[in-house]
């Protein structure tokens, strides 16, 4: 069994920074592309960063310049960095990823796995 663990949200005040953290942990033999998506109730959640496991990064349009994703392999982490935090970042942002234990030819059997997520609150 897999689980994703993340850390890092809390309060912080317009245009400052803030870094997160997300674990896996379990059986686990290959961990494919990892992500970041905030979720206000309400609302879905919206990808907003994806690092692959060779580290090729994707962010969306609402975020680039600002936020920062990267991961470490060999720690089975993927962090995501957020500057310049506006109120409407506000959220709990959970991560996600592909992980596989089994193949069937050159391809991992895949299974999504996702944090409890962790809160961020962007407020003067």
């Known amino acids: 069994q897999v689980q994703l663990v993340e850390s890092g949200g809390g309060l912080v005040q317009p245009g400052g920074p803030l870094r997160f953290s997300c674990v896996a942990s379990?059986?686990?033999?290959?961990?494919?592309?990892m992500r970041w998506y905030p979720h206000v109730p309400g609302k879905q959640r919206e990808l907003v960063a994806r690092i692959t496991s060779g580290g090729t990064t994707n962010l969306a349009d609402s975020v680039k310049g600002r936020f920062t994703i990267s991961r470490e392999n060999t720690k089975s982490t993927v962090y995501l960095k957020l500057n310049n935090l506006k109120p409407e970042n506000s959220a709990v942002y959970y991560c996600n990823a592909g992980v596989g234990n089994t193949k069937v030819g050159l391809d991992w059997n895949l299974r999504t796995s996702w944090g409890q997520g962790t809160q961020v609150t962007v407020s003067s």
């Open positions: 379990g059986t686990i033999r290959n961990i494919d592309a």
